[in-house]
């Protein structure tokens, strides 16, 4: 595994921000190869499922996703070989061939409700971060990318929330914040936190390219 490449977990609720904060770290880092990946795309395929039976399953436990592969996938990044990243269809809940091929990374940041989940994922991360947001804020965030971009009705949208989300929530998320180094507000200005970011992968990358070179 290279000693170079460092992984960062971001986790926290649905709809709390994650992808944003992934997005705004990796531009901070243009000096870098950074690569962002959501582990909603390593959601398990239920093509072997009827259509009625796929809408039933509960995509907020932890189960939902297929942790081996996404373990597997980011083994391989942290040691520089290529990986294809799966896409997801969340019309359909199937898995499919993406476009996306990762190799020779500086940094991978991984994003997802359940990144601070897995102990495996843990053991192997430098940085984790937990994005802490109102519930109310994420719940509306949450109505307006469902029906927009996934074509949900506000019913149906709701019913989810309510049998679903927010218990799990409760029971496997909102306890990962434990497993954080650092806690960032969803709802607030976070370019202070940005700037420390930036600084702290840098130094890291930079001190550990120089002990390599050292003991070489």
Excluded: W
């Amino acid at each position: 595994m290279s000693n170079n490449v460092r992984l960062v977990l971001i986790g926290g609720g649905t709809c709390s921000g994650k992808t944003t904060i992934a997005r705004a770290i990796g531009m901070r880092l243009n000096d870098l190869k950074t690569v962002i990946i959501s582990h909603d795309n390593y959601y398990k395929d239920l093509g072997h499922l009827e259509p009625a039976a796929r809408a039933k399953v509960n995509f907020d436990h932890p189960d939902s996703i297929d942790s081996p592969y996404l373990l597997s996938d980011i083994v391989q990044m942290l040691a520089g070989e290529a990986v294809d990243i799966p896409d997801y269809d969340f019309k359909t809940h199937c898995r499919v061939e993406g476009s996306t091929c990762v190799a020779f990374a500086d940094v991978i940041i991984l994003e997802g409700i359940f990144a601070l989940y897995y102990p495996e994922l843990l053991e192997l991360s430098d940085l984790k971060i937990y994005v802490d947001t109102d519930s109310d804020l994420r719940l509306a965030r949450r109505m307006q990318r469902d029906i927009i971009d996934r074509g949900r009705s506000v019913e149906s949208v709701l019913d989810q929330y309510l049998q679903t989300v927010k218990p799990s929530h409760d029971a496997f998320i909102e306890p990962t914040k434990k497993n954080a180094d650092l806690i960032i507000p969803g709802d607030k200005e976070f370019d202070k936190v940005l700037y420390m970011l930036n600084g702290y992968l840098l130094y890291e990358l930079v001190s550990s390219s120089k002990a390599k070179t050292k003991v070489i």
